[in-house]
């Protein structure tokens, strides 16, 4: 098979860590089964959420991966906020609640006003001229840009418009007007809006990590053609799990992976586990609760204040396979989505790493939601919506009970759940590259391949 090349530009890559680096990580390491050659441009010094060095044994060693400097501000906001370390976003959000004083407020502000689309903006004046230098470098035939940060996309526009190459542009959430957009000020938001529109309408086609991205973007401009967006899903790839056998624990166990704070916040299952206790069902004794991840300040109160506060295990950010480890020991996975207008069709990448492990999925989501109609597909548990603590409760009664009488607790459908494989999703891409490339050589510049 012919080999073509493409140019992936990604600021989240190992040795960061979280579920946009294995996005992209997995894109690269299967494009290569797929016909496509992968060269990586990220960052050098990239200031991440959280850090996973052992990602990057995962990295294929045939791989080319060109790491540029960025200026991060984050160091100065350390220093005007007084914090320490690097996960710095964590308590980040929009509500007053989290704006406690003058210093965090005049942040916001300067964030919202000048750094657009966000606080990566300052990669674009080194990245864009290596962008340019490995096209030519490596004979590139497409390039493919993965965001947030949106800073990547203007990248990727950027390298279109001076190379012509064709581009497809990835997006795991959406742009503006999102749950984690800042609250800009009329002129910055117009800035914000016009860039999105620039980069929807001049990429060739748009890889969005979930339907709801899509349907958002074609909310907000409905003259672009549908035929251009291509739903590529997260998944997981069961080469990367480590050598668990799930054996029931002596101690009900819930375990959650990933991060909390602002909307996404355990409130309504701790309310759920209370009313359990009071009908004399199950109590902090019971039950053990694993947190594994990152959490903002007021998650960890919520936890410390809850009657289940001894049965709580609160475990830092763990490299990749540990966090697995812990999923594949558990009863029952817990997974919340963000308390939100827009929680309907968010679909968060863990989703179907929970799905990978097998085992039984509690999931705090609208009903009708993508993620309900994921489980549902998938048979990986109960959806219980967020506002209906009754409804949390009865299924975690039901899961409680199932485990203590030793039934199974969830049958989940495995042949269905094998389509989510990460090789299906790079497959997908793979198309979608060879697509654009097809269209471009034949002076076409939009992709009219149908949606997936």
Not at 76 to 96: E, F, P, Q, W
Request: with cysteine.
């Amino acid at each position: 098979m012919q080999q073509q090349t493409v140019l992936v530009i990604a600021y989240h890559f190992p040795p960061g860590g979280g579920p946009g680096v294995q996005r992209v990580l997995k894109h690269v390491t299967y494009l290569r089964q797929m016909g496509w050659r992968p060269v990586v441009l990220t960052v050098e010094n990239g200031d991440f959420p959280a850090r996973d060095e052992s990602l990057l044994a995962k990295i294929p060693a045939d791989v080319p991966v060109h790491r540029v400097p960025i200026y991060e501000p984050y160091t100065l906001y350390r220093k005007l906020m007084g914090a320490k370390g690097a996960a710095i976003d964590v308590n980040v959000n929009k509500t007053s609640a989290q704006r406690r004083g003058w210093k965090e407020q005049l942040s916001e502000f300067i964030r919202a006003t000048f750094f657009i689309p966000d606080a990566r903006i300052g990669w674009m004046l080194t990245a864009v001229k290596a962008a340019v230098e490995l096209c030519k470098r490596y004979n590139v035939d497409a390039i493919y840009s993965s965001s947030p940060p949106y800073t990547c996309a203007l990248i990727g526009r950027a390298v279109k418009r001076r190379t012509g190459l064709p581009w497809v542009v990835g997006l795991r959430d959406p742009w503006t007007n999102f749950l984690t957009t800042p609250e800009r000020w009329w002129l910055p938001a117009a800035i914000d809006r016009a860039l999105e529109r620039s980069v929807l309408t001049e990429s060739d086609a748009v890889e969005s990590a979930w339907q709801g991205i899509t349907d958002d973007a074609l909310a907000k401009y409905p003259t672009l053609p549908r035929s251009k967006f291509h739903h590529v899903p997260n998944g997981f790839d069961s080469a990367d799990f480590p050598d668990v056998t799930y054996v029931p624990n002596n101690v009900f166990t819930v375990t959650y992976t990933g991060s909390m704070y602002g909307h996404r916040n355990p409130r309504r299952f701790l309310e759920a586990l209370e009313r359990l206790r009071a009908q004399g069902v199950l109590g902090p004794d019971d039950v053990r609760l694993r947190f594994v991840g990152r959490f903002g300040d007021d998650v960890k109160a919520m936890l410390a204040e809850s009657h289940f506060a001894t049965s709580v295990d609160n475990i830092a950010y763990v490299p990749h396979a540990e966090s697995v480890a812990y999923l594949m020991r558990s009863d029952v996975l817990l997974l919340i989505v963000d308390d939100t207008k827009e929680s309907a069709e968010i679909v968060p990448g863990k989703v179907y790493e929970y799905l990978g492990v097998g085992r039984p999925i509690l999931a705090l989501a609208p009903q009708g939601s993508a993620i309900a109609r994921l489980i549902d597909e998938t048979q990986a548990g109960m959806v219980a919506p967020q506002e209906h603590v009754d409804a949390i409760a009865e299924a975690l009664r039901t899961f409680y009970v199932r485990w203590k009488a030793g039934t199974a607790i969830a049958t989940p459908n495995t042949s269905v759940i094998a389509a989510y494989e990460r090789r299906a999703s790079a497959r997908q891409l793979a198309a979608i590259l060879d697509d654009v490339v097809v269209h471009h050589n034949s002076g076409t510049q939009t992709s009219v391949r149908r949606q997936s």
